[in-house]
């Protein structure tokens, strides 16, 4: 009797040590794949959802897409954010903050879209790159003019698109007067070139306080000057910090450019497949 009674001893102790050998095989396991996942993060690609309607008709609310941050080279702004812990690039990487400078720099170019660091509360945001530094930028009744010159816009139809609840946050889109109930949300449509070439749509749904901005505004150096495509519905270079706009953005701030959307959902979850817009899945950003 004691002799099996020992055999289940050791067959308890042995099972003992196979459980704690595997869990530490596992918490390893978990250990190197977010070690990869962050050093994958921090220096090629960065995931981005689009939260707001501040880019349509080029981004839409619901879309995801990764964010090459070897594009611009590396920053403070580079170092990637701890999920849920409240930790922030600027926690990790803030000591490099201030000096404007990046590892392996290069210019954007023009017409860019990109996400960058807001200047004072650190937020992601995602805009086009409409001003140099040393660019002369003016907006008159909603016409952009860079160094002097207008820029060309283009009639290019009405944007149309369901006047309902929109992501997460529920957000109804703003529209061209007062649809009645059931009705599309129509947007005017342009298509707007800038100086180099580019060309992008815009949206216009009328006049707002957005189409003419104070003066002139001159694009220090080592900044930059942001918009939204979305003309009425942005938050941006138009606008200092002080008005909750962006002002211009510091070099060392951009995180990376937005080249392709992944994967696209209007609903306020991506496991609601039936929401997804499998036309806009791998679609380029111009």
Same mark, same amino acid.
């Given at each position: =009797?004691?002799?099996?009674? %020992? ?35 921090? !220096? ?10 501040? =880019? ?8 995801? !897409? ?21 930790? /922030? ?13 990046? #590892? ?30 040393? %660019? ?65 749509? #815009?949206? /216009? ?65 991506? !496991? ?6 499998? /036309? ?7």
């Amino acid at each position: =009797m004691a002799f099996g009674r %020992d055999r289940r001893e050791t067959a308890n102790e042995a099972e003992d040590v196979g459980f704690v050998a595997g869990l530490w095989e596992t918490v390893k396991t978990v250990f190197w794949a977010l070690l990869i996942a962050g050093v994958f993060r921090s !220096l090629f690609f960065q995931p981005f959802w689009i939260p707001s309607g501040s =880019m349509k008709d080029t981004l839409l609310i619901g879309d995801f !897409l990764f964010v090459n941050k070897m594009a611009y080279g590396y920053s403070y702004a580079s170092c990637p954010s701890v999920p849920f812990t409240g930790i /922030d690039a600027h926690d990790i990487c803030g000591f490099l903050d201030g000096d404007n400078t990046r #590892i392996w720099g290069e210019m954007p170019e023009r017409g860019d879209v990109v996400v960058f660091r807001h200047p004072v509360t650190g937020e992601d945001y995602i805009k086009r790159l409409i001003g140099l530094p040393g %660019d002369r930028v003016q907006i008159r009744d909603g016409q952009v003019i860079i160094n002097d010159e207008p820029l060309k816009v283009e009639v290019a139809g009405q944007f149309e698109e369901a006047n309902l609840p929109q992501g997460p946050k529920g957000s109804l889109p703003s529209c061209l007067g007062n649809p009645e109930p059931g009705a599309p949300c129509l947007s005017n449509r342009y298509i707007e070139t800038l100086p180099n070439g580019v060309s992008h749509n #815009i949206l /216009d749904i009328g006049p707002s306080v957005a189409d003419n901005p104070r003066g002139v505004f001159t694009v220090p150096e080592g900044h930059f000057f942001f918009m939204g495509d979305n003309r009425d519905n942005s938050l941006d270079s138009r606008f200092s910090q002080a008005e909750r706009g962006v002002g211009f953005v510091p070099f060392e701030n951009l995180v990376g450019r937005a080249d392709r959307v992944i994967f696209s959902s209007a609903g306020r979850s991506m !496991l609601a497949f039936w929401t997804w817009r499998p /036309d806009r899945f791998f679609l380029g950003i111009d």
